[in-house]
């Protein structure tokens, strides 16, 4: 598999965690490539750099959203915001390098709660 940096993806996540007000996230720790020649099914994905990197390297919690070029350069404008917007509420407030899940005690991610959540922030 293929890997690029995505800046205009980059660009799209600066933009959107204040209009969020995911103030949790600290952009400059958030990374985007988009994958190329990918065998997932999924349009986007996220990854977490793990506590035990932070804990014993001392890196920073780390995450890298990844965008399959094939699938998610075909969305509309949209639904790449969906996209995005899912992919952003897997971060928890700690930002702690872990990810939530879809299904929690106190939180889902799910078609409706995203769209909730850009709802919100078109409404404002």
């Known amino acids: ?21 995911m103030d949790h996230i600290k952009i400059d720790q958030i990374h985007c490539i988009r994958s190329f020649d990918a065998k997932t099914r999924a349009i986007a994905r996220i990854w977490g750099m793990a506590k035990l990197f932070s804990e014993v390297a001392g890196i920073k919690p780390t995450y890298i959203i990844e965008v399959n070029a094939k699938r998610f350069d075909k969305q509309s404008e949209h639904e790449k915001l969906h ?11 700690t930002f702690s390098g872990a990810l939530l899940s879809h299904r929690g005690r106190y939180h889902a991610i799910n078609t409706r709660e995203v769209e909730k959540v850009i709802k ?5």
């Open 1 to 21: 598999m293929k890997y690029a940096l995505a800046p205009e993806i980059k660009e799209q996540i600066v933009k959107l965690v204040p209009a969020l007000k």
């Open 83 to 93: 996209t995005l917007v899912h992919e952003l509420m897997h971060i928890p407030k």
């Open 120 to 124: 919100e922030m078109s409404d404002k």
